[in-house]
């Protein structure tokens, strides 16, 4: 019956999927409600289609794509097609006047059809391909000056504006660019201008005119820096000096505190110069007097001697502008406020990397025909940026139109999954291994994770480890084993993985997780535990038996002397006659039941004993079939994907025919010579038949 609404859903694996297969059924996908998808969600990384088309649809680049985002998709391109035929074939082509000029988009779109059809001299102006689009995008991303006012250094022939530019790109870290170089913005542009002058101008408040001019920040003149470094270096010596002579200004006898004790002197090593220099390092820079002066070259401990006559001579003498044999507390007071302005220039020294250009460089840069003509360049840069943002949407539109419909039918419904001759966009290949061909596989990124979800499927999965060549990286693939049995597959197995291109791979079997295959292992399955079971049982009694065997086998070869047997007793006789005639009436018993057991079959007709045969295996037959088919239609697909990431809705149970062709035993080319068929399966068959047909004439039926 036709629907009102002109939807149309497909039944698969139990399942109701909604039918995309033209331009007119995307608007059925807007309407859909979510709960109603077949998927909600995935990861971008599982789907194997274009990948700048997956990367436009996942619009906040969070590495999955949701319904939302497929919304957004079909909305903007219905809006942007007037034509909505080239949608149905998925060209890659696309026709000129089926955009609609009336949208935004769709007027910058055809406006930068045409003029990469000019540029590329095409002798069709009506329709333009997706290698012609991506032919000029590579070229544009190419050149130096594009991309949103980003430039390169090799965008100018002038040496001195290259340098500049690449001294920008040094010193600030530049801009990304499409061709993986950085390359300079306008906010690297201003920032380096900005670091350049706030260094010179930092420079020029150290610097004076002649080397005699002395300023706030140079009291010294050219011989600022100098000083400054041998007045840093005694510092934290002469204030300690001057606090210690304040405490014997104020006591004498503190005097002796800055004296070496006997158990210091005792202590010391004096045979080591390096423990002697360290003493005197940690003693006082001079004898502390309570006049608090401090006299060069008298009482002065050696080890500070030479560098207080610099001192005296480069830093005390020019700063007091007087010969300086002695410094009193005032003075060296005057020191430190003189150098104290010098000190606070220098902890305002501008942190940038400008410095390594130097300041001649920098003033060279700061000529205004360098900053005008990299604005220039910039300029030109954002006007190609929005030719080629226009490029990028033409790209999107016809990806767009010779995809869409393929990623609806991969997320919204899975019809390709369930249908024989097609791939889905979320399969990897095909495993070849044990004489058989696994033709459904999916990217596993986090195994344990996937293997949980997976446990839940009812299906036998195999987890391979794919080795492609080319220095690739290996990964991972789940594969459901879905007919057929297990037969020889085991952890460490190899095999030959062929992937969706038709690249073969080295692969090996790492993971299995177990579960009933066919319907023929589900039946043998509880017998084979029962089997395990029994044979360990069996190995356990025998191994313990051995080992009796063995201890008893020890004892006697290990025992000291040979005695003689004793002569056995008379109720040990007794014993050996009682249960030789116990075994005697056992034995007779059950000669009798046998015989009893014999005369009774041979009243009854052979197929009266068949059927009887039949019905008790049927009776332990039939409820383990029953449990072995409950158990296979309950194979869920769903599980399997949901452990790759993927927001499953639906049920996607696996049928029969389905089972057959994800898991196949390809057969022997039919002309071949040389093939045999089994010959136990062929005699079995005419054996049971025969056997029916004699039941069947017996019963006159």
């Given amino acids: 019956m036709a629907s009102s609404s002109g939807m149309f859903f497909e039944s698969f694996g139990r399942s109701y999927h909604l039918r995309v297969a033209t331009s007119a059924d995307l608007q059925h996908v807007l309407d859909l409600n979510d709960a109603h998808w077949v998927a909600t969600g995935a990861p971008v990384t599982s789907i194997n289609l274009d990948p700048v088309f997956l990367k436009l649809i996942d619009n906040d680049g969070n590495g999955r794509i949701l319904c939302y985002e497929i919304r957004e998709a079909i909305t903007w391109l219905l809006d942007v097609l007037k034509d909505n035929s080239a949608i149905d074939g998925a060209a890659n082509v696309l026709a000129l006047d089926s955009i609609n000029a009336e949208a935004q988009d769709g007027q910058r ?29 590579k070229a544009a991303e190419s050149t130096p000056v594009s991309e949103a006012g980003v430039v390169l250094p090799g965008a100018t022939d002038d040496a001195e504006l290259s340098r500049f530019l690449a001294d920008i790109v040094k010193t600030t870290g530049g801009s990304a660019h499409p061709s993986n170089s950085p390359g300079v913005a306008e906010q690297q542009l201003a920032l380096f201008i900005e670091q350049a002058r706030s260094y010179l101008d930092w420079c020029d408040r150290g610097r004076v005119a002649t080397p005699e001019d002395r300023t706030d920040v140079c009291p010294l003149g050219a011989n600022t820096s100098t000083a400054f470094l041998l007045y840093k270096e005694l510092r934290q010596k002469l204030d300690d000096y001057f606090q210690q002579c304040r405490l014997v200004a104020f006591d004498k006898r503190s005097s002796d505190c800055f004296r070496l004790t006997d158990a210091q002197l005792t202590q010391m090593d004096s045979s080591s110069g390096e423990a002697i220099e360290e003493v005197l390092k940690k003693a006082p820079i001079a004898v502390p007097r309570s006049d608090r002066v401090l006299s060069f070259g008298q009482q002065v401990n050696i080890y500070y001697n ?30 430190k406020d003189l150098f104290a302005p010098h000190e606070q220039w220098l902890k305002a020294k501008p942190d940038s990397a400008v410095e390594q250009l130097g300041d001649k460089m920098l003033r060279t840069y700061l000529d205004a025909r360098f900053e005008k003509e990299v604005r220039r360049l910039i300029a030109d840069s954002v006007k190609t940026a929005v030719v080629l943002d226009n490029i990028r949407l033409a790209e999107k539109l016809i990806l767009y139109q010779a995809n869409i419909i393929t990623l609806v039918n991969n997320f919204v419904s899975f019809p390709h999954l369930y249908h024989p001759a097609q791939r889905a966009a979320f399969e990897m290949g095909s495993l070849v291994a044990d004489g058989r061909r696994f033709n459904f596989s999916t990217k596993v990124d986090n195994r344990a994770e996937h293997s949980a979800l997976a446990k839940t499927s009812n299906i036998c999965v195999l987890y391979a480890e794919i080795s492609p060549g080319g220095g690739l990286p290996k990964y991972t693939v789940a594969i459901p084993v879905t007919s057929g049995s297990k037969g020889n597959l085991c952890l460490g197995k190899r095999g030959v993985f062929m992937d969706l291109q038709g690249e073969q791979s080295d692969a090996r079997i790492v993971e299995i997780i177990e579960n009933p295959i066919s319907l023929t292992e589900a039946l043998l399955s509880p017998f084979q535990r029962l089997g395990k079971m029994l044979t360990g049982r069996i190995e356990a009694i025998a191994s313990s038996a051995e080992k009796k065997f063995d201890d008893a086998a020890s004892k006697v070869v290990n025992q000291p002397g040979a005695l003689a047997a004793p002569a056995p007793s008379q109720s040990k006789g007794a014993m050996a006659g009682g249960l030789l005639m116990g075994g005697g009436v056992a034995i007779a018993a059950l000669g009798s039941s046998l015989a009893y057991i014999t005369r009774t079959l041979a009243n009854v007709s052979a197929y009266k004993i068949l059927i009887s045969v039949v019905v008790a295996i049927l009776a332990v037959m039939a409820p383990l079939s029953l449990m072995a088919i409950s158990k296979l239609r309950r ?19 696996l049928s029969m025919q389905q089972g057959m062709i994800f898991t196949q035993t390809p057969r022997y080319p039919t002309d071949a010579g040389g093939i045999r068929g089994n010959r136990f399966v062929v005699l079995l068959s005419v054996a049971i038949v025969s056997e029916l047909i004699y039941i069947l004439w017996r019963l006159k039926l």
């Fill in 306 to 335: 030479p560098a207080l006559e610099v001192f005296r001579e480069k830093v005390a003498e020019p700063a007091l502008r007087r010969p300086a044999h002695i410094l009193s507390e005032t003075e060296w007071q005057e020191i």
């Fill in 109 to 137: 779109i055809l406006v930068a059809a045409r003029k990469i059809l000019g540029q590329l001299r095409a002798s069709d102006t009506g329709k333009i391909t997706l290698d012609q689009v991506r032919a000029i995008k």
């Fill in 635 to 653: 194979r869920d697909l769903s599980s399997i994907l949901e452990g790759a990431g993927w927001a499953i809705n639906a049920r996607m149970r």
